[in-house]
């Protein structure tokens, strides 16, 4: 209803300010020396901007809604559940494309997504240098800066243009899956693949019609939450590989203007299976 609608608008806007603020304090970080670590592997990084706009964005968003939940990726990292409840939960990546932050390669953002009763309500990614700002709210439309997106009404695979990512496993099995899938639709004659290194960015990019589709396993919620609202309310299609409704704790997503194109990369694309985000969940 009209009220219930009302409540989440309130939130989206406290959202937008808060990526705002963040992204002010990343773009200051870019032009300097970034103190880099690891991971779960040599090529899972992380600096300390990303915990620091993390923390930043959570307390900010605690101190005005104490009673809700919040997912981020580096607090999960240090051991907190994804566990997305009935309850208001936000979904936060602090810095989406940390490797390129590292390289001051000018693809990074910040996400924001909002689900209740594990329902995405809006999602809010801005593109920090940019100045880029991606929103979308259920119901209501998506938008970048104001200006409204409608994806493209692409269906044939030789007149693509697709977006996928590479993850930070390196093992040879994954490396096959990733170099085969690359082949099959290099065969299939699309114009293009391109990766940015940003998989919010990537997805805003399905969402603006820049591009036709988008796939990627190994993601997690942060990188998908808010993109998917944007996505749907752009008009566009997001499914899990296997065909079937997207999953947020599935880790695997495939995003395009048209369900025929979306159809056919689930049914072309291999993939390999990692753990839920909601694994250790109870
Ligand atoms: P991040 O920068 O927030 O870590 C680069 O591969 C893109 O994919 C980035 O958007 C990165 O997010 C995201 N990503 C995160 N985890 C990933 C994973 N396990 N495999 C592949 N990509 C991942
Ligand atoms: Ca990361
Ligand atoms: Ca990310
Ligand atoms: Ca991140």
Redesign the pocket.
């Given at each position: 209803n009209e009220m219930y609608s009302k409540q989440w608008e309130g939130c989206m806007e406290i959202a937008v300010q808060t990526a705002r603020t963040a992204g002010q304090v990343i773009r200051e970080a870019f032009k300097h020396e970034k103190e880099v670590s690891t991971k779960s592997s040599p090529v899972d990084l992380v600096t300390e901007t990303d915990r620091l706009v993390e923390d930043l964005i959570i307390s900010s968003l605690r101190e005005k809604y104490p009673s809700h939940r919040f997912i981020g990726?580096e607090s999960s990292a240090a051991g907190e559940k994804c566990l997305l409840t009935d309850n208001p939960t936000w979904i936060i990546?602090p810095?989406?494309?940390?490797?390129n932050f590292i390289h001051s390669f000018p693809m990074v953002a910040v996400s924001i997504g909002f689900a209740v009763n594990k329902e995405l309500e809006f999602g809010v990614i801005y593109h920090c240098l940019d100045e880029n700002l991606y929103t979308a709210r259920k119901g209501h439309g998506a938008f970048c800066n104001g200006i409204q997106l409608q994806v493209s009404k692409e269906t044939d695979m030789s007149k693509a243009l697709i977006l996928t990512?590479?993850?930070?496993?390196r093992d040879p099995a994954t490396l096959k899956i990733f170099s085969g899938n690359m082949e099959r639709l290099l065969k299939a004659q699309v114009h293009g693949i391109r990766v940015i290194?940003?998989?919010?960015l990537a997805l805003c990019q399905v969402a603006s019609g820049a591009a036709d589709a988008y796939y990627?396993f190994?993601?997690?919620c942060w990188?998908i939450a808010a993109a998917a609202v944007i996505i749907r309310e752009a008009g566009g299609n997001v499914i899990d590989t296997s065909g079937g409704p997207l999953d947020l704790m599935s880790r695997r997503i495939v995003a395009a203007g048209t369900v025929e194109m979306a159809h056919y990369i689930a049914r072309e694309i291999q993939t390999i299976t990692y753990e839920r985000d909601d694994h250790n969940a109870n």
């Open positions: 990726e990546d810095i989406d494309g940390t490797c990512e590479i993850g930070a496993k290194g940003s998989a919010t990627q190994g993601l997690h990188d």
